[in-house]
């Protein structure tokens, strides 16, 4: 089954303390993205990846990190995670830009307290 | 500035109502796609439709359809006779041919009534 998978799909945390959130696709996709869905607020980007080792800051990076080792994953790092990055993220793939439709993962949703 | 707009937080009609959720953009960009994406409670985006900004064309599917007018910059969704299964959050995006990035508006959660 095509797919976009991330995980965990539900983490409560600390500040300070560095977590990864993991995204893989087995569509291969070259575009990869990863949004944070707050109220009121709709989908921001946060990173976005055209392709193996191409990454590129979205509206919202403070805070994040990504890298594109390999073009079916594509991690979230939060080094050091604060209570304002408490929200529902999702990861999401397409084959490349432009017109091509986004497939979503399910979401992961992050407390830091 | 490049952006998406949905006015409406929140709507509630009851079964059976025809009910349109408005998408306003902004875009320097001649060449352009909008999306329309939903959001069950499961949390999964899920794609509905695309539209290319050279088509125009009104699209029906079932009991969804969608008014593509750039004379305006908008988008717009309607749901014929709704049901309570539609009652979802739905999203309008923006996305370019000359650009990686993807400008999602705020979303409309929508309640149907029994």
């Known amino acids: 089954e095509a797919q976009v998978t991330q995980n965990p799909r539900y983490l409560i945390t600390v500040t300070g303390k560095k977590l990864t959130v993991t995204c893989s696709q087995n569509?291969?996709?070259?575009?990869m993205s990863w949004y944070r869905q707050d109220p009121g607020l709709g989908l921001r980007q946060i990173y976005y990846?055209?392709?193996?080792?191409?990454?590129d800051k979205g509206d919202v990076p403070e805070g994040y990190k990504v890298s594109r080792k390999e073009k079916r994953n594509f991690p979230l790092i939060l080094e050091s995670p604060s209570p304002n990055q408490t929200s529902l993220y999702f990861c999401?793939?397409?084959?490349?830009?432009?017109?091509?439709?986004?497939?979503f993962g399910a979401g992961s949703r992050l407390t830091v307290l | 500035a490049q952006k998406v707009t949905q006015a409406q937080t929140e709507i509630s009609v009851v079964e059976k109502e025809d009910v349109t959720l408005d998408c306003v953009y902004e875009?320097?960009?001649?060449?352009?796609?909008l999306f329309w994406y939903k959001q069950p409670p499961s949390g999964e985006l899920v794609f509905l439709i695309r539209?290319?900004?050279?088509?125009?064309q009104n699209e029906i599917s079932g009991r969804y359809s969608w008014n593509f007018q750039k004379s305006t910059s908008s988008f717009n969704f309607t749901i014929t006779a709704s049901q309570v299964v539609d009652s979802e959050v739905y999203f309008c995006?923006?996305?370019?041919?000359?650009?990686?990035?993807?400008?999602f508006g705020s979303g409309t959660r929508l309640s149907i009534r029994p």
């Open positions: 875009t320097r960009d001649t060449t352009y796609y």
């Open positions: 569509m291969n996709h070259e575009y």
């Open positions: 999401a793939s397409s084959f490349r830009y432009g017109a091509n439709v986004l497939t």
């Open positions: 990846s055209m392709n193996v080792e191409v990454t």
């Open positions: 539209r290319n900004s050279f088509d125009e």
């Open positions: 995006a923006l996305r370019y041919s000359s650009a990686s990035k993807i400008i």
